[in-house]
C-alpha cells in the first residue's frame, strides 16, 4: 500500500502524511503527475483552507486561487485515478461548513459543499472509494487522522460514498433547536 497526501499543509496533513509522501498545495497538471507516479492505494486530499469570512468579501481572485487548491486540485487527482484503472480509497478532509454552512465563514463552505458533491459523485466510479470528513476548528488533528486511517484502510472496505462529521455534535445541536424553535 502506498499513501500520497495532498492538498493543504497543516496539522491535519502532517498527521496524515507520517511515512507517506505529502505535495503540498500543488498545481492541477502537477497533481496529475504525482498521481501518475505514486500510484497511490489510499489518497487523503486535505482541503483546509484559512478562514477568509464571508463570501461577498473576498477578492475573485483569492476566491479562485483557494478554489484552485482544493476543488480542482481534488477532482484532477479523482479524475487522474480513474484512468488509472487501478483500486484505491480516497478520503476528502474539509471544513464542516460543507452540509450546514457557516454564513460567516462562506468562502470555506462553499469549498467543502463542492467538495462534498465531488466526494458523492466519485464514489459511483469503478475502482475509486471516496468518502468525505467534515471538520470543525476545535477538532484535534490526531483524531482527524485516526478517522482518516480508518477510512483508507481494509477494515472499511465496504464503506462508500459516506460523509462524517466531526463537529464535536455542534451540527446535531443547531438542528436540535431549530426543530424546537418551529415547534413554539
Known amino acids: 500500500m502506498t499513501r500520497l497526501v495532498i492538498g493543504t499543509h497543516g496539522a491535519v496533513a502532517q498527521a496524515l502524511a507520517e511515512g507517506a509522501r505529502f505535495a503540498s498545495s500543488p498545481a492541477r497538471t502537477t497533481v496529475r503527475e504525482i498521481v501518475r507516479r505514486d500510484r497511490p492505494t489510499e489518497l487523503a486530499i486535505v482541503a483546509l483552507p484559512p478562514s477568509l469570512g464571508s463570501l461577498g468579501t473576498v477578492e475573485t481572485s483569492e476566491l479562485e486561487r483557494l478554489l484552485g487548491e482544493t476543488l480542482t486540485t481534488a477532482a484532477a487527482a479523482i479524475q487522474t485515478l480513474t484512468e488509472l ?3 484505491t480509497r480516497v478520503v476528502i478532509v474539509c471544513p ?3 452540509l450546514l454552512p457557516d454564513h460567516c465563514d462562506g468562502v ?9 458533491m465531488l466526494m458523492e459523485v466519485a464514489s ?7 468518502n468525505a470528513l467534515l471538520v470543525a476548528e476545535a477538532i484535534p488533528p490526531t483524531e482527524v487522522a485516526a478517522v482518516a486511517n480508518l477510512m483508507l484502510g481494509t477494515n ?3 464503506i462508500n460514498g459516506t460523509t462524517i462529521r466531526m463537529d464535536g455534535g455542534h451540527d446535531a445541536v443547531l438542528a436540535a433547536e431549530t426543530r424546537t424553535e418551529e415547534k413554539n
Open 156 to 158: 472499511a472496505e465496504t
Open 96 to 98: 464542516a461548513g460543507g
Open 108 to 116: 470555506r463552505s462553499t469549498i467543502a459543499a463542492g467538495l462534498v
Open 85 to 87: 484503472e487501478y483500486s
Open 124 to 130: 459511483t466510479l469503478p475502482g475509486i472509494c471516496v
